[in-house]
């Protein structure tokens, strides 16, 4: 029989490059670009008016049930390309759309901008702005968790020690960091406006039998839209840690995996087959490396925890408000989708039931 241990030993390190996962800027793209080349010169034209074009329905007028060839066969091209489905996802909205007032200034909102708009305005803005921001505060955690996967291989406990406390702080800092959400959204922009434009075509009641793209499919497709489980960070640190979600759950966030660059699904995979964390702290640790893992997952719960005050802010009391509002006879662009999240899921059910299957993760502790 083989030796395990010796296996850990053998095994390669882990490293952010392999995966073209940034030192600085994790899962977001380092400087995006701004204009693509000359023979996508229509499309950035079309980006750049999206927000007029849509506010007046001259976008709205062409596309009914069917995405014309002349943008569906090169969507679908290009997506094929990058591996991703052909949707707005969240490497589009998020890790590729943003770019610095200033290169030498701090990344910080007021620094900041986007690329591609479509309506919403500043609330717009400050909604991919912030989420821009809690991907940067996530790449010290990154770093942790690949300085402690390697800490394992070597059996360094000091090194994974001091990987499990950054990887702490790197989460406490998301959740800070989220909390810009308030100062830079407003709730009825948020549900009204820019969740219909993330809301996509499969489990969205609004667009039950998905939509057609000409040329490609005559069939109509259904995907997903944008939604925050398309993050790849807390997917990475679910599987370091340890954290089993219920079927029900596990089986939608490994459907948001299909909708990642590959290169950042490839690097969940690789944490998932690589050591077990908690196999090793049962089998090897001590006392603090316990208390230290213990202490990641309450601050995995705790994110958990303020997301869904996020989510009942800005989907579950917006969407109150905007029923006071809506007369009777005259329902609303958003009524279809009420108390479901952009991916398409009863959205506090399923927060709740992550958050509570993460506090199922902490360890018991010895007197």
């Keep these: 029989m083989e030796n395990p241990s010796q296996n850990l030993k053998t095994a390669p390190v882990l490293s952010l490059r392999r995966f073209h996962i940034s030192e600085d800027y994790g899962f977001l793209l380092p400087n995006p670009l701004k204009e693509l080349p000359d023979h996508f010169r229509p499309w950035m034209e079309i980006a750049n008016e999206l927000p007029h074009l849509i506010e007046s329905h001259q976008l709205q007028a062409r596309v009914n049930k069917v995405l014309p060839r002349n943008l569906a066969i090169p969507l679908v091209e290009v997506s094929r390309s990058l591996g991703l489905p052909p949707i707005l996802v969240h490497s589009d909205l998020v890790l590729t759309n943003w770019t610095p007032r200033n290169p030498e200034r701090p990344l910080e909102i007021g620094n900041l901008d986007i690329i591609v708009s479509f309506p919403g305005g500043e609330s717009l803005r400050g909604f991919i702005l912030v989420t821009v921001l809690v991907e940067k505060a996530a790449v010290p955690g990154i770093k942790a968790l690949v300085q402690a996967v390697n800490a394992i291989l070597q059996r360094s406990q000091n090194s994974l020690l001091q990987a499990l406390q950054r990887l702490k702080l790197s989460i406490q800092d998301i959740t800070r960091t989220l909390g810009q959400m308030h100062d830079y959204v407003d709730p009825d922009i948020f549900y009204t406006v820019i969740r219909i434009f993330l809301s996509g075509w499969k489990d969205n009641p609004a667009m039950p039998v998905g939509l057609i793209y000409e040329g490609v499919s005559t069939e109509p497709l259904e995907y997903s839209g944008g939604s925050a489980a398309q993050s790849t960070v807390l997917h990475a640190f679910d599987e370091f840690l340890g954290v089993c979600h219920s079927k029900e759950s596990a ?117």
Excluded: W
């Design 251 to 367: 089986d939608f966030l490994h459907r948001m995996r299909e909708y990642m660059p590959p290169s950042h699904k490839a690097f969940i995979e690789e944490i998932h087959s690589g050591p077990s964390l908690r196999d090793h702290i049962l089998s090897f640790g001590n006392g603090q490396l316990l208390t230290a893992y213990n202490q990641c997952v309450e601050a995995l719960a705790d994110l958990r925890s303020y997301h869904i005050t996020v989510v009942t802010k800005y989907l579950i009391i917006a969407a109150t408000k905007a029923k006071g509002r809506r007369p009777n006879h005259l329902p609303g662009p958003s009524q279809a989708l009420e108390e479901r999240g952009t991916g398409g899921t009863e959205v506090l059910s399923f927060l709740k039931s992550v958050r509570d299957k993460t506090l199922e993760a902490i360890l018991p502790q010895s007197d």
